[in-house]
């Protein structure tokens, strides 16, 4: 009974240390593509360009999309039934 327990409590705890080991670089990762971003924008801002992307194929004129993106590959799902 004693090993049997030993054995849960480590993969417990190895499986919490992993888990937090990947939020952890995911968060990192996020803060990166967050700081290019800014970098990126302050760069249009210098140019007098607003901030975004402009959309080339459409046939409005200077349309503009904000900062869109999918946050699935930084953070899992909270909910039950849920795909990113």
Same mark, same amino acid.
């Given at each position: /009974?004693?090993?049997?327990?030993?054995?849960?409590?480590?993969?417990?705890?190895?499986? $919490?240390?992993?888990?937090?080991?990947? /939020?952890q670089l995911r968060k990192e !990762?996020?803060? $990166?593509?967050?700081?290019? $971003?800014?970098?990126?924008?302050?760069? $249009?801002?210098?140019?007098?360009?607003?901030?975004?992307? !402009?959309?080339?194929?459409?046939?409005?004129?200077?349309v503009y999309l904000q900062d869109?993106?999918?946050?699935?590959?930084?953070?899992?799902?909270?909910?039950?039934? /849920?795909k990113n």
């Amino acid at each position: /009974i004693a090993g049997d327990t030993a054995a849960a409590v480590t993969y417990y705890l190895s499986k $919490r240390h992993f888990d937090n080991k990947t /939020i952890q670089l995911r968060k990192e !990762k996020y803060d $990166r593509d967050q700081k290019e $971003r800014t970098a990126q924008n302050a760069t $249009r801002q210098d140019s007098g360009l607003p901030n975004g992307v !402009k959309l080339e194929g459409f046939q409005s004129d200077n349309v503009y999309l904000q900062d869109l993106e999918h946050l699935g590959k930084y953070f899992a799902s909270e909910g039950e039934g /849920i795909k990113n």
